[in-house]
């Protein structure tokens, strides 16, 4: 999954990023002019967005955003904590609203929650897809019931994989979700981390989960 963090305050943005590295694809962004030319020229997940930035005002970016129909999950974060600026926010179109300073471990539940229903869809806190059940808040695998050891970036790749099953998901679509995206998107990375995949889910387990579809991308087999 990705992410877009609007944010001006250096140690701030780079904190969230550092906390969510291992989970999600971070991108940021410390001015709306850049934010705007990000969104324009990006797909994301989910977006953290301050209200108070150098060059103007989060909550109108927001406005613009939805009068544009980006559904995008917005959550906004910011100093202000008078009820009217809540008011202003969430009346622009913000998802939800949280308000410095914050525990880490309430924003990460929070993106959470809005990571499941993204693009007004929801999606609950288990995906399962035939005997493979992934914990979407623990970040967890399990398949018929016994835990399945991944490491962070082989998590990262199954979920955004199990959360468009059906589908057919592009070699591009991977690498901007996944990894972050400016990778080269000849990189074998997707590549070596499929196999392992298939290592540790396929073959111990006798089944067929994951499909290659030659020269473009791959596909979760729905069972």
């Avoid at 971070?26 to 108070?52: F, G, P, Q, R, W």
């Avoid at 202003?88 to 499941?116: C, H, I, M, W």
């Avoid at 399990?142 to 057919?168: F, M």
């Avoid at 591009?172 to 998107?185: A, F």
């Amino acid at each position: 999954m990705k992410i877009l963090v609007i944010e001006d305050e250096k140690s701030t943005s780079e904190a969230i990023k550092d906390f969510f590295h291992d989970r999600y694809a971070i991108d940021t962004a410390d001015t709306l002019a850049i934010a705007e030319k990000k969104v324009c020229s990006n797909e994301y997940d989910l977006i953290i967005l301050d209200v108070t930035l150098p060059d103007g005002n989060g909550v109108q970016l927001c406005e613009r955003m939805r009068k544009d129909r980006h559904t995008v999950p917005i959550l906004m974060l910011t100093a202000h904590d008078h009820v009217q600026d809540k008011v202003d926010a969430l009346n622009s179109g913000a998802d939800d609203y949280l308000t410095k300073p914050f525990s880490f471990s309430e924003l990460l539940a929070r993106v959470q929650a809005l990571l499941r229903r993204p693009h007004g869809e929801f999606i609950p806190q288990y995906i399962d897809v035939g005997r493979v059940r992934f914990d979407t808040s623990e970040h967890t695998v399990t398949v018929d019931g016994q835990p399945v050891e991944l490491r962070p970036k082989e998590l990262n790749l199954l979920e955004y994989l199990l959360r468009n099953k059906g589908k057919i998901i592009s070699r591009y679509d991977i690498l901007e979700h996944v990894w972050q995206s400016n990778k080269n998107p000849q990189t074998n990375s997707i590549e070596v981390h499929i196999k392992t995949l298939r290592l540790k889910l396929e073959k111990p387990f006798n089944m067929k989960l994951i499909r290659t579809i030659h020269g473009y991308g791959y596909k979760i087999l729905v069972t």
